[in-house]
């Protein structure tokens, strides 16, 4: 009986271990699309695929505030790149109770987005705005107009901060910590919402000045140098809103007004007077040196 136990379970099992064991010919059984582990989960970027964004969070600012150190700002500026324009920097203490959701760098969101976003961070936080104008860009440069504007954010928040992220490089001069974070706005939540709030900001500006300088097309490209802005600028000439020294603008001014640029002085024509002056200078010298003799 035992012998014949054998028999008839040794080839049920085979027939089960085989049943098991997928066809040579079958299909492979696909891999599950798109699956991300919940850690990068985030947007993808537009126009590439595959491409993965990690939204910016509130991890530094808490950090800070677990260590006693608040209130803590983000700050950041828009329309550094113009034609024309101000800059407009913003600075945003977070409320760490009522952080409002969908807050990122706003590069990566639509207009609607922004003005949503915009309205519910100047209901929960603390919000400043300063503006550098087109004279001050022209005086100082771009990059010091953008950084006095920063400073200025900063200062006129109705609660001074004892911290401060800026998008960037450079560190602002204020009475706080300091820390520039590069590519903050996609990092740091309190500097995406700044640059929210700047750039809405500065877009609202631009839809107002294209009331007054129309057919230049300020309501759409924001004064970026689009090629629908640089054929105004060709047609039209510069206005008072577009800044002197960018390259494009100093071309149309030349062609369009030409008696507001300064010639170029030759260096070269300056040294030929300078020697001449010497010469003449050193020959009365032997003049009256000889009228001695």
Same mark, same amino acid.
């Given at each position: 009986m035992r012998r014949r136990?054998?028999? $008839?379970?040794? %080839?049920?099992?085979i027939r089960d271990q085989s049943a098991r064991k997928p066809a040579k010919d079958a299909p492979k059984k696909a891999a599950p699309e798109n699956k991300v582990a919940p850690k990068k989960m985030a947007k993808a970027l537009p126009g590439r695929k595959g491409a993965?964004?990690? /939204? %910016?969070? !509130?991890?530094?600012? =808490?950090a800070l505030i677990k260590r006693g150190v608040w209130p803590v700002a983000g700050c950041d500026e828009a329309g550094r790149g113009p034609l024309a324009g101000p800059v407009v920097a913003a600075a945003v203490i977070l409320d760490p109770d009522r952080i409002p $959701? +969908?807050?990122d760098d706003s590069k990566r969101l639509t207009a609607e987005e922004r003005e949503r976003l915009f309205d519910r961070i100047c209901a929960t936080a603390q919000v400043s705005v300063a503006v /550098?104008?087109?004279? =001050?860009?022209?005086?100082?440069?771009?990059l010091r107009a953008s950084l006095w504007a920063l400073k $200025? /954010?900063?200062v006129a928040l109705p609660e001074q901060p004892r911290h401060v992220f800026v998008d960037g490089r450079d560190r602002l001069d204020t009475e706080c910590d300091c820390e520039a974070v590069i590519g903050g706005d996609g990092i740091v939540l309190s500097i995406a919402a700044a640059s929210i709030v700047a750039k809405v900001t500065r877009d609202r500006l631009m839809c107002?000045?294209? #009331?007054?300088? %129309? +057919?230049? +097309? !300020?309501? #759409?490209h924001k004064g970026y140098a689009v090629p629908e802005h640089l054929d105004a600028l060709n047609r039209l000439g510069p206005t008072v809103h577009h800044r002197t020294f960018f390259a494009p603008v100093a071309a149309a001014r030349a062609k369009h007004m030409p008696w507001t640029v300064e010639p170029a002085q030759d260096l070269f024509s300056v040294t030929e007077v300078e020697v001449q002056v010497e010469a003449s200078v050193e020959a009365s010298v032997e003049a009256d040196a000889s009228a001695n003799l």
């Open positions: 136990y054998r028999l $008839r379970t040794i %080839p049920a099992m993965i964004i990690v /939204a %910016p969070s !509130f991890r530094r600012e =808490r $959701r +969908g807050i /550098a104008s087109r004279s =001050r860009i022209d005086r100082d440069n771009i $200025r /954010a900063v107002a000045l294209a #009331q007054d300088c %129309p +057919g230049y +097309g !300020f309501e #759409q």
